[in-house]
């Protein structure tokens, strides 16, 4: 039994069903609380620095930031694409092990954000985790982008990472670190799946490269003058019965020819 596995069948007992969901709710319900009624979001973001000084719950409501874009259009979006996403998950995975990965993915987050305690930490790199797992699954999988235009989510996998790579490079550390957190919880999951395709798609690149190479060899080739039906593709070729091994010839020596004794090979 693997550690996951392990992990998983710990926490079995305590995993909350429609964990997506809950999350949702109560982003929606700290959007509409700034929204209408003057709330301040910084009061329940992620900085380490206060957490430090007493304020905990910061480690579990910066969950419920909502995503950083402002107009609802594209935050219903968001929150749309996270449960499809998210239930999808918990629907292969079970419940248990949907919760592990969000939980491995939020103390990671966590941690490293106290490797620089004066910087808010975002959970936007723990929801990205969760499309990343999504799209490694199921890449072919088809999304109305803004409910309009039709794109593969293994394209948009592609443009997330490149997104990640980016941030990781230019981004402040506190920026680094939560791309690094995510980036681990999906390999910590798909770090072994992931080798395995490579080393499928290596022995198939090998075995369509003999394919390729027996196809470019000729098939009969004359002992005497060296024609093959590569390069006289008219010529009719013959094996001589009295020859050992498999001895070909073209028709201008296959009655000319001095008949041998021993394989043409060990000759």
Known sequence: ??????????????????ITLYLIFGQVFAFGASFVGQFNLGHIALLPALVLKGEIWRVITFLFIPPVTWHPVFIAFAWYIFYLMGDALEQHWGTARYNLFLLIGWGATVLVAFVTPFGWASNSFLAGSVFLAFAWLNPNFTLALFFILPVKVKWLALIAWLGYGYSFVVGPMAVRL????????????FGRDIILQLQNRK?????????????????????????????????????????????????????SHQHRDIDPDEA
Do not use: W
């Not at 039994?1 to 429609?18: C, G, Q, T, W, Y």
């Not at 390729?212 to 000729?218: K, N």
């Open 178 to 189: 939560s791309v690094l957190a995510a980036v681990l919880n999906f390999l910590l999951f």
């Open 203 to 255: 022995r198939q690149r090998t075995a369509q490269v003999e394919r390729e190479r027996l196809a470019s060899e000729p098939r009969h080739t004359c002992l005497i003058c060296g024609k093959t039906d590569q390069t006289d593709p008219m010529e009719d070729f013959r094996y001589c019965s009295k020859c050992a091994g498999a001895a070909c010839y073209c028709q201008e020596h296959l009655r």
């Open 1 to 18: 039994m693997s550690l996951l596995d392990r992990l998983e069948k710990s926490i079995r007992p305590v995993a909350i069903p429609n």
